[in-house]
């Protein structure tokens, strides 16, 4: 898990945090690193076997190893005019990172780029005025959020890697074997991390709330519908879980979170703002309402509807549009 987003919300934070927290609500190893100079709201970190690989500044790649010690792996091409977006492969041998080009505030070209993890042997796989960065491998395969701009506009983003569409690419030519367009194009919205069931898809239909679970071979299902009057819609984001039978999704006005699927809402002991699945039974929600300061976690079990507390406090703030939480070992692989 990620905090101190930097610059976000008036934070003039130089370091951000990455945790490792277990389903009973310790946090097991963690450590800090500097925030890039340009978009600083884009994904800092993968997930590869029980290693954390993470971005150190602009340039520095490192890894947060399962014994709790860090690592220097190789240096990226980032500067205060490129920011690299990465993903490694679960066998921790190849990364797949992305060079976005800024001008200014506002990102205007992606270099996709696959090689061996220390660095060597790079390729370049895209090019263009996309901006495209892998988020992780799934089957050989990258998985690719795609977005126009890559700068955020408001608080309310409700996927943590900005993605207006997620490709399926082959790892080694590029090819797009899969997309959740144009299933899931504005105004609809994906929401929450992806792992390995798919994402989550908000279609506005007249006055009807529809979420619908997209699977990576193309399958889509309802979880649930609902009339939005201000009070019964549900608040994003909606986060999949990994079987991908439900969704958690707090519940206005209150923010309680509900567990959605086939067409219900049952709730839970949670109150906050979902951010990622262990598994089926447990999971890890900020204990604030999306787009507020979010400053503690805690680990709802849905089999006996309990809630236990992260034990530590998080050393400044976690992404208010949404928490990064990513699986160890990552079950999108």
Same mark, same amino acid.
């Given at each position: 898990?990620?905090?101190?987003?930097?610059?976000?919300?008036? /934070?003039?934070? /130089?370091?951000?945090?990455?945790?490792?927290?277990?389903?009973?609500?310790?946090?097991?190893?963690?450590?800090?690193?500097?925030?890039?100079?340009?978009?600083?709201?884009?994904?800092?970190?993968?997930?590869?076997?029980?290693? $954390?690989?993470?971005?150190?500044? #602009?340039?520095?790649?490192?890894?947060?190893?399962?014994?709790?010690?860090?690592?220097?792996?190789?240096?990226?091409?980032?500067?205060?005019?490129?920011?690299?977006?990465?993903?490694?492969?679960?066998?921790?041998?190849?990364?797949?990172?992305?060079?976005?080009?800024?001008?200014?505030?506002?990102?205007?070209?992606?270099?996709?780029?696959?090689?061996?993890?220390?660095?060597?042997? $790079?390729?370049?796989?895209?090019?263009?005025?996309?901006?495209?960065?892998?988020?992780?491998?799934?089957?050989?395969?990258?998985?690719?959020?795609?977005?126009?701009? *890559?700068?955020?506009?408001?608080?309310?983003?409700?996927?943590?890697?900005?993605?207006?569409?997620?490709?399926?690419?082959?790892?080694? /030519?590029?090819?797009?074997?899969? %997309?959740?367009?144009?299933?899931? #194009?504005?105004? %609809?919205?994906?929401?929450?991390?992806?792992?390995?069931?798919?994402?989550?898809?908000?279609?506005?239909?007249?006055?009807?709330?529809?979420?619908?679970?997209?699977?990576?071979?193309?399958?889509?299902?309802?979880?649930?519908?609902?009339?939005?009057?201000?009070?019964?819609?549900?608040?994003?984001?909606? $986060?999949?879980?990994?079987?991908?039978?439900?969704? *958690?999704?707090?519940?206005?006005?209150?923010?309680?979170?509900?567990?959605?699927?086939?067409?219900?809402?049952?709730?839970?002991?949670?109150?906050?703002?979902?951010?990622?699945?262990?598994?089926?039974?447990?999971?890890?929600?900020?204990?604030?309402?999306?787009?507020?300061?979010?400053?503690?976690?805690?680990?709802?079990?849905? %089999?006996?509807?309990?809630?236990?507390?992260?034990?530590?406090?998080?050393?400044?703030?976690?992404?208010?549009?949404?928490?990064?939480?990513?699986?160890?070992?990552?079950?999108?692989?």
């Amino acid at each position: 898990m990620l905090t101190g987003q930097g610059q976000l919300g008036g /934070t003039t934070s /130089t370091k951000y945090g990455l945790y490792v927290i277990a389903v009973d609500g310790r946090i097991i190893r963690s450590t800090t690193a500097g925030i890039q100079s340009a978009g600083w709201y884009l994904p800092r970190f993968s997930v590869a076997g029980h290693s $954390v690989y993470f971005l150190d500044g #602009d340039q520095a790649l490192k890894v947060l190893r399962s014994d709790g010690s860090v690592g220097a792996v190789a240096q990226l091409p980032g500067g205060p005019a490129n920011r690299i977006v990465f993903a490694v492969s679960p066998d921790e041998t190849k990364i797949a990172y992305s060079v976005i080009g800024f001008s200014g505030a506002g990102a205007i070209s992606t270099s996709l780029r696959v090689g061996n993890v220390d660095g060597s042997s $790079v390729h370049e796989i895209f090019s263009g005025r996309t901006i495209e960065f892998p988020v992780g491998w799934r089957a050989g395969q990258l998985v690719i959020a795609v977005t126009p701009s *890559a700068s955020p506009q408001e608080v309310g983003e409700v996927n943590p890697y900005w993605a207006l569409a997620y490709h399926m690419a082959d790892a080694v /030519t590029a090819n797009r074997t899969y %997309s959740t367009s144009p299933t899931c #194009d504005g105004p %609809s919205s994906l929401q929450g991390p992806v792992n390995g069931a798919g994402t989550v898809c908000q279609q506005n239909s007249g006055n009807n709330q529809i979420l619908l679970a997209l699977g990576w071979n193309g399958s889509s299902r309802e979880l649930f519908r609902t009339v939005v009057d201000g009070y019964k819609n549900a608040v994003p984001p909606a $986060v999949l879980s990994p079987d991908g039978q439900r969704a *958690a999704a707090g519940i206005a006005a209150d923010h309680r979170i509900n567990l959605l699927s086939g067409g219900s809402a049952a709730p839970t002991a949670a109150i906050g703002t979902p951010a990622g699945w262990f598994d089926a039974d447990h999971l890890l929600f900020m204990t604030a309402p999306c787009c507020q300061p979010l400053t503690a976690a805690a680990v709802l079990d849905v %089999s006996s509807n309990t809630v236990t507390p992260v034990a530590a406090g998080l050393a400044g703030e976690a992404d208010p549009f949404a928490p990064l939480f990513v699986s160890i070992p990552s079950n999108l692989f």
